[in-house]
């Protein structure tokens, strides 16, 4: 089966930068979309950012200017560079991917472990 493994994470300071990765193994016909989502304590989850097959991208207006989304297609990668960084960026980052896998009928969405971020003040 398809599997997404982040890494990454760890502990950093304000004003720090960190660079996430998320790479998708296993039987994989086609990827489409993307994206990375978080999930701070007592918050829901939600989208921080998202890279088309073709490169297009949208953030979440908190990380607007400050993080940047990129792929590699030919590795099934996902890249989030992470800038100026928050305490209120805290929170478990998870990848995301729209995933078509040999033999499969079509896309199905599959979601990694998550890495921990901590930015400290």
């Known amino acids: 089966q398809v599997q997404l493994v982040e890494s990454g994470g760890g502990l950093v300071q304000a004003g720090g930068s960190l660079r996430l990765s998320c790479a998708a193994s296993?039987?994989?016909?086609?990827?489409?979309?993307m994206g990375w989502y978080r999930q701070a304590p007592g918050r829901q989850r939600e989208l921080v950012a998202v890279i088309t097959s073709g490169g297009g991208t949208n953030y979440a207006d908190s990380v607007k200017g400050r993080f940047t989304i990129s792929r590699d297609n030919a590795k099934n990668t996902v890249y989030l560079q992470m800038s100026s960084l928050k305490p209120e960026d805290t929170a478990v980052y998870y990848c995301?991917?729209?995933?078509?896998?040999?033999?499969?009928?079509?896309?199905?969405?599959?979601w990694g472990q998550g890495t921990l971020v901590t930015v400290s003040s």
């Open positions: 296993g039987l994989i016909f086609s990827t489409r979309a």
């Open positions: 995301n991917a729209d995933v078509w896998v040999v033999r499969g009928e079509g896309f199905r969405e599959v």
